[in-house]
């Protein structure tokens, strides 16, 4: 299949985009590369020794993001592109509703026009707010705690009203949790541009060098 992955470039999109290609699938990236690196594509390109199309887009571009899934006609889409902080979410609330949500609906609408109707979409735990109970399992009540969980959860309903209008349309939805580690060639991993927001990156750039330290909250 050829694949379209917004995001393809960050932590979870590259990884994927290995996986599809030693599947045998032929992934096309679109990302902005602000939260990630062209260099990303250069470590899979050499990981998997395959040359990986890419497009420098941010997919608040509608007619720019049209203009490429005419050209490359995916058979389906993986959508990872969004701002992801969940305390620069709390901080800067508009901003993360307007970019994730405008560039979901963007994607949709386009992949709605070019009929193309093979969906799965990263969502996040975040969406089950705070559980009553551990384990947390599917079925659980979903709520969020702050505008970047809201986003998903937002999100999660459009694709779920997308899906009930249209009989062709199929989605999967990927609630992770905190997922860590690196490629086991040692090239790729998680590397944001700016201070980690999740804990295994953090410590990972204190053990460089990077940062200084790793403050622990609490006494217990």
Same mark, same amino acid.
């Given at each position: 299949?050829?694949? /379209?992955?917004?995001?393809?470039?960050?932590?979870?999109?590259?990884?994927?985009?290995?996986?599809? &290609?030693?599947?045998?699938?032929?992934?096309?990236?679109?990302?902005?590369?602000?939260?990630?690196? !062209?260099?990303? &594509?250069?470590?899979?390109?050499?990981?998997?020794?395959?040359?990986?199309?890419?497009?420098?887009?941010?997919?608040?571009?509608? /007619?720019?993001?049209?203009?490429? #899934?005419?050209?490359?006609?995916?058979?389906? $889409?993986?959508?990872?592109?969004? @701002?992801?902080?969940?305390?620069?979410? $709390?901080?800067?609330?508009?901003?993360?509703? +307007?970019?994730?949500?405008?560039?979901? *609906?963007?994607?949709?609408?386009?992949? +709605?026009? @070019?009929?193309?109707?093979?969906?799965?979409?990263? +969502?996040?735990?975040?969406?089950?707010? &705070?559980? %009553?109970?551990?384990?947390?399992?599917? =079925?659980?009540?979903?709520?969020?705690?702050?505008?970047?969980?809201?986003? %998903?959860? #937002?999100?999660?309903? &459009?694709? %779920?009203?997308?899906?009930?209008?249209?009989?062709?349309?199929?989605?999967? @939805? @990927?609630?992770?949790?905190? !997922?860590?580690?690196?490629?086991?060639?040692? *090239?790729?991993?998680?590397?944001?541009?700016?201070? !980690?927001?999740?804990?295994?990156?953090?410590?990972?750039?204190?053990?460089?060098? %990077? /940062?200084?330290?790793?403050? $622990?909250?609490?006494? =217990?």
């Amino acid at each position: 299949m050829d694949i /379209l992955v917004t995001g393809g470039a960050g932590y979870i999109g590259s990884h994927t985009v290995i996986e599809l &290609i030693n599947k045998g699938h032929n992934p096309f990236i679109v990302d902005n590369f602000s939260n990630s690196s !062209p260099v990303a &594509i250069e470590r899979i390109e050499q990981i998997t020794n395959k040359s990986v199309p890419f497009i420098d887009l941010d997919i608040c571009d509608k /007619l720019g993001l049209k203009k490429y #899934m005419k050209k490359i006609k995916p058979d389906a $889409v993986i959508h990872f592109a969004g @701002l992801k902080a969940v305390g620069e979410s $709390v901080s800067c609330p508009l901003k993360y509703y +307007s970019n994730n949500l405008i560039s979901t *609906l963007n994607l949709y609408e386009c992949m +709605s026009d @070019l009929g193309i109707s093979k969906l799965i979409f990263s +969502s996040s735990a975040t969406v089950y707010g &705070i559980p %009553k109970k551990v384990p947390i399992t599917e =079925d659980f009540l979903l709520s969020a705690t702050n505008p970047y969980g809201q986003t %998903k959860l #937002m999100i999660e309903q &459009i694709t %779920k009203d997308w899906v009930a209008s249209d009989d062709r349309i199929q989605a999967t @939805l @990927l609630r992770y949790f905190n !997922p860590i580690g690196a490629h086991e060639s040692g *090239l790729i991993g998680e590397s944001p541009s700016t201070i !980690p927001n999740n804990l295994m990156p953090y410590i990972s750039q204190v053990a460089v060098g %990077k /940062l200084d330290k790793v403050k $622990v909250f609490g006494q =217990d």
